[in-house]
């Protein structure tokens, strides 16, 4: 972890409150795990705190950020244009237990290598953020020499939105060899229902599989649920990353804890991504 300025190279307007942002750093696109995030400091007179955000994707030394404009700070980012400096502190926290090297054993549950288990992405609106750099993780680390459509077959990745609308980065997985099926709230797009619906309906027509790690990213509800759709299936894993308020992000200040089987853990520290079974 480093304290570093870059050069915004573009803000890109994606839909109407979502932004995608770009900067340049060999340091963070070299060090970055999937899951971990930064902390900006947008204006220095505007905005106090540091805002918390993930690492969308890594192309070469270009580090990009997907966000949504939810106040001051991010509507203040959404204003940045090439050229301007930004104060980034990262790349920070435990991102998720990605498959880091071929032939890796889960440590969560059953112990089967994880290049035989199929992983399912589970996305609810914009927590496709930190979902895109994992599917650019777990695409490289893979047997090169597999098939695009023996990957399609293994890798899934959910994408729930309110509407057709607001489908984030589909194309973005499919070119990562993903098999991309989208979930819309109002039926404009894909499976009418939420994620999580989907999701129970993939994992039951995958159930044989000897086992299914899932990653997931979204609303807190998004998660509750998940727990109770693998609570029949012992052999599915699943990691998820937790957002909260931050204070300092450097797990000084303790205003992130949250409470989990463990205790109380840091999620900029101990997370942002925890196994859904600790969290409470
Ligand atoms: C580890 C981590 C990674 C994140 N990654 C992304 C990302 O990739 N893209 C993205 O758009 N957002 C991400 N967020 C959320 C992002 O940090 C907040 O949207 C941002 O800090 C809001 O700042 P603001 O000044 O615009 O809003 P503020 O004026 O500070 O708050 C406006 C509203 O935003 C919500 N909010 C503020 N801070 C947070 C927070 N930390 N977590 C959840 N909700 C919050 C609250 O509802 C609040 O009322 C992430 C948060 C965490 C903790
Ligand atoms: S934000 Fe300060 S300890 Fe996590």
């Known amino acids: ?23 340049k750093s060999g340091y963070i696109a070299k060090s970055a795990k999937a899951g971990q995030f930064l902390q900006l400091k947008v204006d220095k007179r505007a905005t106090i ?44 926290g435990k991102g998720f237990t990605a ?72 194309s973005e997985f499919k070119k990562l060899g993903f098999k991309t099926l989208v979930a819309t709230d109002d039926g404009s797009r894909g499976f009418k229902g939420t994620v999580t619906e989907l999701l129970k309906k993939q994992l039951s027509a995958i159930s044989r599989q000897p086992s299914a790690s899932i990653y997931a990213c979204g609303p807190k509800e998004m998660f509750s649920e998940i727990k109770k759709i693998i609570e029949p299936y012992p052999q599915v894993s699943c990691q998820v990353s937790f957002e909260q308020f931050m204070g300092c992000g450097l797990g000084v200040c303790c205003g992130c804890a949250i409470e989990t089987t463990g205790g109380y853990k840091k999620v900029c520290k101990d997370g942002p991504v925890f196994d859904l079974q600790e969290i409470k």
């Open 99 to 170: 498959p880091s090297a071929f032939g890796e054993t889960s440590p969560l549950r059953g112990g089967h290598p994880t290049s035989c288990v199929p992983r399912i992405l589970v996305a609810g609106g914009l927590g496709v953020a930190p979902l895109l750099f994992l599917a650019q993780k777990i695409r490289h680390t893979e047997d090169r020499r597999q098939r695009t459509e023996d990957r399609k077959e293994k890798h899934i990745v959910l994408l729930g939105a309110k509407s057709k609308k607001e489908v984030l980065a589909e």
């Open 1 to 23: 972890m480093k304290r570093l300025e870059a050069k915004v190279e573009f803000v890109d307007k994606i839909k109407s409150d979502v932004f995608l942002l770009m900067f």
């Open 49 to 92: 705190l540091r805002r918390p955000l993930s690492i969308h994707k890594i192309n070469g030394s270009s580090v990009y950020i997907l966000f949504r404009t939810r106040g001051r700070g991010t509507l203040l980012l959404s204003r940045y244009r090439a050229g301007d400096a930004l104060d980034i502190i990262g790349p920070l």
